[in-house]
């Protein structure tokens, strides 16, 4: 059993700006895996990021190197 102090999630991202979410929303990732976006997650987190400002796409992969090679 969880103590109410131990943490729910592995990472929290709050304040995130979601390319389809019209206002801000919080993000919550357990194993790796998001379990959970809303406008606000009270729920408590090992880690927590303040993504004020920030365009958050989960799930992209980009190899720089790779795009840099093609641009020139």
Do not use: W
């Not at 389809?20 to 976006?37: L, N, Y």
């Not at 729920?43 to 641009?71: C, S």
């Amino acid at each position: 059993m969880r103590s109410s102090s131990e943490p729910v999630f592995d990472l929290k991202i709050e304040n995130a700006t979601l390319a389809d979410c019209p206002e801000r929303c919080a993000i919550a990732i357990q194993s790796g895996h998001i379990t959970d976006i809303a406008p606000q997650i009270k729920a408590t987190a090992r880690q927590t990021i303040d993504a004020e400002g920030k365009l958050v796409i989960p799930g992209l992969y980009l190899n720089a190197d790779e795009h840099r090679l093609a641009l020139e």
